[in-house]
């Protein structure tokens, strides 16, 4: 077997081929030379060495595919996950997890798959089952994981929601470093189709759809830093969250000097008296249709020439009132 160069003229140009032929013995007697495979068209030193690189392979027995023959089972992803694996174990939540499951026997991974579940809530967000496909059919670090392992991870994680989270902040402390001294609570909602857990229930919709059933989620932010969250039943109002939100902040993570910072839906006089009560500072928007004061404050000037401006316009009682205008 061996490289034969083949030539011929095209519009008075000498055209160069190779191709990889072996010498047979016909019926005859006669020896000819068959063609094993044309290599195309070699227009420079480098085609040529390609050829031969060629010939070497099938010499020691290697098959050649087609690149159009080639059918691709399965893509794997990889730099993604890779990246998030590193930041997951860079910052602690890894070791969060493995200390919070410690002592809880089961035949899997309780953190990798926890790990995979969270990947996938950015990758390609859906339902628990179709997780389950996701991991099984495009995650480079997993195969054969089954149903039950999903909806038991699950299960722990809520069981040790409290433990994880405070282990995740005990770690980002390190790592970080983010502020408690000013923390951001904030509510939101998220609906289901079909029943949902024991949690959903008809209430007032974030997403525009009062006709399914849903759970209202509150969560805690330090320096940009997700360090709690809370879920309640669909129809709570956010009023009613807040008195939890501040008594567990205070519990799980000994805050104390906080300035709490909330939406105008959070606010009820009842609201106030608790803040103050718990020795909490905090900045809160005011409804203007319901203060005759916040009205007469609002045709005061805000100097400056900025889009954002900020001013001081009144204070009593221990509260300041600042204008804010956001052109």
């Known amino acids: 077997m061996h490289l034969k160069k083949v030539t011929n003229k095209y519009k008075g140009?000498?055209?160069?081929?190779a191709q990889i032929v072996q010498s047979v013995?016909?019926?005859?007697?006669?020896?000819?030379?068959?063609?094993?495979?044309s290599l195309g068209r070699m227009e420079s030193e480098e085609d040529w060495e390609w050829a031969k690189s060629v010939l070497e392979a099938m010499k020691k027995g290697e098959k050649l595919v087609r690149l159009k023959r080639l059918e691709i089972d399965r893509q794997l992803e990889l730099g993604g996950i890779w990246v998030s694996d590193e930041i997951w174990r860079r910052y602690g939540i890894q070791k969060a997890?493995?200390?919070?499951?410690?002592?809880?026997?089961?035949?899997?991974?309780?953190?990798?798959?926890a790990f995979l579940l969270a990947v996938n809530r950015f990758y390609d967000p859906s339902s628990d089952l179709s997780a389950l496909e996701w991991i099984n059919e495009r995650a480079y670090s997993q195969t054969g994981a089954k149903k039950d392992?999903?909806?038991?991870?699950?299960?722990?994680?809520?069981e040790e929601k409290e433990k994880v989270e405070r282990k995740i902040l005990e770690n980002?402390?390190?790592?970080?470093?983010?502020?408690?001294d000013l923390v951001f609570y904030d509510l939101t909602s998220t609906y289901f189709e079909g029943v949902g857990p024991g949690l959903a229930e008809f209430g007032y919709s974030r997403d525009g759809r009062p006709d399914r059933v849903q759970i209202v989620l509150?969560?805690?932010?330090?320096d940009g830093v997700p360090i709690a969250h809370r879920a309640w039943p669909g129809d709570t109002a956010d009023k009613s969250t807040l008195e939890e939100a501040v008594e567990d902040l205070k519990e799980r993570f000994d805050i104390r000097n906080v300035i709490f910072v909330a939406d105008r839906g959070i606010i009820s006089s009842d609201n106030l008296e608790e803040l103050k009560d718990e020795g909490y500072d905090y900045i809160l928007?005011?409804?203007?249709?319901?203060?005759?004061m916040v009205e007469d404050l609002l045709v005061?000037?805000?100097?400056?020439?900025?889009k954002i401006r900020t001013e001081e316009v009144h204070s009593e009682d221990g509260r300041r009132y600042i204008l804010c205008l956001n052109e």
């Open 149 to 158: 392992w999903v909806y038991d991870t699950l299960k722990v994680l809520v």
């Open 25 to 37: 013995q016909r019926e005859d007697g006669q020896i000819t030379q068959e063609t094993i495979r």
């Open 218 to 222: 509150g969560i805690v932010m330090a």
């Open 97 to 113: 997890l493995m200390n919070s499951f410690s002592g809880r026997n089961h035949d899997f991974n309780l953190e990798r798959i």
């Open 13 to 17: 140009e000498t055209r160069e081929y």
């Open 300 to 306: 005061k000037d805000v100097p400056g020439d900025g």
């Open 285 to 292: 928007s005011t409804k203007r249709r319901k203060e005759d």
């Open 172 to 180: 980002l402390k390190s790592k970080l470093g983010p502020s408690l």
